[in-house]
């Protein structure tokens, strides 16, 4: 009894991990666990030797728990349903659609350029939808087929879609980096500041490996052929319509900077692209031809989202709004732009009403069990069990990082990322807080990592979701009518290999160059370098010693008194009366006290 009393943490950790193997619910798995443990507990008190505080009036604190600031009263998690709809109302207006059709058009004479295609546009609807789900199967949906009728490898086009849409889960507005954010005890805005760098950088290396594929394997990647190029040429007038648009942009900021200052920038960039914006717009209806079809495309298409992105995360960076108002803006721009498309009905709102309504559900519950399940861990100071196993480990920060990620990678293969912030992220956390590393940091570290949750076969939720929507059967395609073989559920899981290395390759750099993260902090101050200025005070002399060669100041100017004679009480004007020398002690005689 006294050994199970003064190890009840790892073995109520252990019994948390069965009870997720045997595929009970993980929201009840931690509240079944955390009661269980409580029960437990209480009895085996007297035999733990101190290494047990539970009570029996300890659970009037699970109301507070779950009405105060850690659940239902969380300002910080009201972001997560905001960003959810408004990922959902963008995936019902089309928008990724018409990206996929525009960006692979654009992309298309060059081999690869469908698979660019689908990382850029991940990383767009990443940045506005900030939802997995819907990025995967709306590229699924529309990219996958027109991969497959113009001969892509069916393992590398299904790992690409999936890899793309993933993106979504480091690329602010990331649902994970609010849940990281709110466990941590860390700012949102810094959360998405520090997480930017990372997401492009990784969409730099997907589009490297596809580079590379193109270079060493191009029949794996063939270019678009001249017949489905249905936009034609038309590269130059687009080249022309960006120096047009950057010209605009300078001489508005030139003329703004001096009544706006630093928001000249911003200012003078949004005059430039909605003027392009307006031009697109007449050239088109207007038939002047003045651009191409091509640039009139990418521009009227490519604007909106970009618009969306910087509503959503300009807004935020600017700290002009918070993250929960920023995702109210957001979903007011999704209905707008679904509205401008003609794609706004009740039954899209009702669909995107009913989806939020099922994830916050899921994310609500998640968190009362954890609170629950923490509220008895940290009774049995699992807590300090925890930070003594990690902060052990060999080689200090660097060792504690790697060994922890190793951890949460492994982990990846049987939780979803919401079930790793939730259980894992608050038993991390004060380790790393007590080792030093800035939690900012260790946050996106963890976000780059759970990243991994998505693409790990079997279990990958984006693979699962390009399962759902890849051809199952051999199929007529519409436009060459030829048949087409189907995607293997094989096919699917060696196509997401390549893009889990370099996921992992991603978490080296994020730990190798932290500065890519640090950035949110804002350039370092050298306190050495900081310059005190005294003014000076009309009709005062100035202290400080006299000129070095003692020749009074040019131009008739008065000399710099020496420095002032603080044996006597200070002077306000008036001549104080002379006063006579004291007389000299005698120091021959001993001294009198009488």
Same mark, same amino acid.
């Given at each position: 009894?006294?050994?199970?009393?003064?190890?009840?943490?790892?073995?109520?950790?252990?019994?948390?991990? @069965?009870?997720?193997?045997?595929?009970?619910? %993980? &929201?009840? *798995?931690?509240? $079944?666990? +955390? =009661?269980?443990?409580?029960? !437990?507990?209480?009895?085996?008190?007297?035999?733990?030797?101190?290494?047990?505080?539970?009570?029996?009036?300890?659970?009037?604190?699970?109301?507070?728990?779950?009405?105060?600031?850690?659940?239902?009263?969380?300002?910080?998690?009201?972001?997560?349903?905001?960003?959810?709809?408004?990922?959902?109302?963008?995936?019902?207006?089309?928008?990724?659609?018409?990206?996929?059709?525009?960006?692979?058009?654009?992309?298309?004479?060059?081999?690869?350029?469908?698979?660019?295609?689908?990382?850029?546009?991940?990383? @767009?609807?990443?940045?506005?939808?900030?939802? %997995? &789900?819907? *990025?995967?199967? $709306?590229? +699924? =949906?529309?990219?996958?087929? !027109?991969?497959?009728?113009?001969?892509?490898?069916?393992?590398?086009?299904?790992?690409?879609?999936?890899?793309?849409?993933?993106?979504?889960?480091?690329?602010?507005?990331?649902?994970?980096?609010?849940?990281?954010?709110?466990?941590?005890?860390?700012?949102?805005?810094?959360?998405?500041?520090?997480?930017?760098?990372?997401?492009?950088?990784?969409?730099?290396?997907?589009?490297?490996?596809?580079?590379?594929?193109?270079?060493?394997?191009?029949?794996?990647?063939?270019?678009?052929?001249?017949?489905?190029?249905?936009?034609?040429?038309?590269?130059?007038?687009?080249?022309?319509?960006?120096? $047009?648009?950057?010209?605009?942009?300078?001489?508005?900021?030139?003329?703004?900077?001096?009544?706006?200052?630093?928001?000249?920038?911003?200012?003078?960039?949004?005059?430039?692209?909605?003027?392009?914006?307006?031009?697109?717009?007449?050239?088109?209806?207007?038939?002047?031809?003045?651009?191409?079809?091509?640039?009139?495309?990418?521009?009227?298409?490519?604007?909106?989202?970009?618009?969306?992105?910087?509503?959503?995360?300009?807004?935020?960076?600017?700290?002009?709004?918070?993250?929960?108002?920023?995702?109210?803006?957001?979903?007011?721009?999704?209905?707008?732009?679904?509205?401008?498309?003609?794609?706004?009905?009740?039954?899209?709102?009702?669909?995107?009403?009913?989806?939020?309504?099922?994830?916050?559900?899921?994310?609500?519950?998640?968190?009362?069990?954890?609170?629950?399940?923490?509220?008895?861990?940290?009774?049995?100071?699992?807590?300090?069990?925890?930070?003594?196993?990690?902060?052990?480990?060999?080689?200090?920060?660097?060792?504690?990082?790697?060994?922890?990620?190793?951890?949460?990678?492994?982990?990846?293969?049987?939780?979803?990322?919401?079930?790793?912030?939730?259980?894992?992220?608050?038993?991390?956390?004060?380790?790393?807080?007590?080792?030093?590393?800035?939690?900012?940091?260790?946050?996106?570290?963890?976000?780059?990592?759970?990243?991994?949750?998505?693409?790990?076969?079997?279990?990958?939720?984006?693979?699962?979701?390009?399962?759902?929507?890849?051809?199952?059967?051999?199929?007529?395609?519409?436009?060459?009518?030829?048949?087409?073989?189907?995607?293997?559920?094989?096919?699917?899981?060696?196509?997401?290999?390549?893009?889990?290395?370099?996921?992992?390759?991603?978490?080296?750099?994020?730990?190798?160059?932290?500065?890519?993260?640090?950035?949110?902090?804002?350039?370092?101050?050298?306190?050495?370098?900081?310059?005190?200025?005294?003014?000076?005070?009309?009709?005062?002399?100035?202290?400080?010693?006299?000129?070095?060669?003692?020749?009074?100041?040019?131009?008739?100017?008065?000399?710099?008194?020496?420095?002032?004679?603080?044996?006597?009480?200070?002077?306000?004007?008036?001549?104080?009366?002379?006063?006579?020398?004291?007389?000299?002690?005698?120091?021959?005689?001993?001294?009198?006290?009488?």
């Amino acid at each position: 009894m006294e050994f199970i009393a003064q190890n009840m943490a790892p073995i109520m950790f252990a019994s948390l991990i @069965l009870f997720m193997l045997i595929g009970y619910p %993980v &929201a009840f *798995s931690l509240a $079944a666990n +955390g =009661l269980m443990f409580f029960f !437990i507990g209480v009895l085996l008190t007297p035999y733990s030797g101190g290494a047990i505080n539970l009570d029996w009036p300890l659970l009037y604190a699970l109301p507070d728990n779950f009405y105060g600031s850690r659940v239902m009263s969380n300002d910080t998690l009201l972001a997560i349903p905001f960003f959810t709809f408004m990922g959902i109302v963008l995936e019902r207006s089309g928008m990724a659609e018409d990206l996929l059709d525009t960006i692979g058009q654009l992309f298309g004479p060059i081999r690869g350029g469908l698979a660019y295609a689908v990382i850029f546009v991940g990383a @767009l609807l990443a940045a506005t939808t900030g939802v %997995v &789900a819907a *990025s995967v199967i $709306a590229m +699924g =949906l529309i990219s996958l087929p !027109i991969m497959l009728r113009y001969g892509y490898d069916r393992s590398l086009a299904s790992g690409v879609i999936a890899a793309s849409g993933t993106l979504a889960q480091i690329i602010p507005p990331s649902l994970v980096l609010i849940v990281l954010a709110d466990q941590l005890g860390r700012s949102v805005g810094d959360m998405y500041a520090g997480a930017l760098v990372p997401g492009l950088v990784l969409t730099g290396l997907y589009a490297s490996y596809i580079l590379l594929v193109s270079i060493f394997r191009p029949k794996l990647v063939p270019a678009l052929p001249l017949e489905a190029r249905t936009l034609g040429h038309g590269v130059t007038s687009l080249l022309v319509a960006l120096v $047009a648009t950057a010209a605009i942009s300078y001489a508005a900021y030139r003329y703004l900077a001096p009544a706006h200052g630093d928001d000249a920038d911003i200012l003078g960039a949004c005059i430039g692209v909605v003027l392009i914006y307006i031009a697109a717009i007449a050239d088109r209806r207007l038939n002047i031809n003045m651009m191409s079809r091509l640039a009139q495309q990418v521009v009227i298409v490519l604007i909106p989202p970009l618009a969306l992105i910087f509503l959503v995360l300009g807004t935020i960076f600017l700290g002009i709004a918070t993250p929960t108002e920023g995702g109210a803006m957001g979903a007011v721009g999704a209905l707008a732009m679904a509205a401008a498309k003609g794609r706004l009905s009740l039954d899209v709102i009702k669909q995107a009403l009913t989806s939020t309504t099922r994830l916050s559900s899921f994310v609500l519950f998640i968190l009362i069990g954890a609170r629950v399940f923490s509220l008895t861990f940290y009774g049995v100071n699992g807590q300090i069990w925890v930070e003594h196993l990690l902060t052990s480990l060999p080689g200090g920060e660097v060792g504690f990082l790697i060994g922890v990620n190793i951890l949460v990678f492994f982990l990846a293969f049987f939780l979803d990322f919401f079930e790793l912030a939730f259980i894992i992220v608050p038993l991390l956390a004060p380790a790393a807080d007590k080792l030093g590393i800035d939690l900012v940091w260790f946050g996106v570290l963890l976000g780059v990592n759970m990243q991994t949750s998505f693409m790990h076969p079997p279990f990958g939720f984006a693979l699962f979701y390009l399962r759902s929507v890849a051809a199952r059967v051999p199929y007529l395609d519409r436009i060459t009518g030829k048949q087409v073989a189907p995607v293997t559920t094989g096919q699917i899981y060696w196509g997401a290999v390549p893009f889990v290395l370099i996921q992992v390759i991603m978490i080296g750099l994020t730990i190798a160059f932290p500065q890519m993260v640090m950035r949110y902090k804002g350039a370092v101050v050298d306190p050495g370098n900081i310059d005190y200025t005294v003014p000076g005070v009309p009709g005062m002399s100035p202290l400080g010693p006299p000129p070095a060669d003692g020749k009074a100041p040019a131009n008739g100017a008065a000399a710099p008194a020496g420095p002032p004679d603080l044996s006597q009480p200070p002077s306000f004007g008036d001549t104080p009366p002379a006063q006579p020398a004291a007389p000299q002690p005698d120091l021959s005689q001993p001294p009198s006290f009488n």
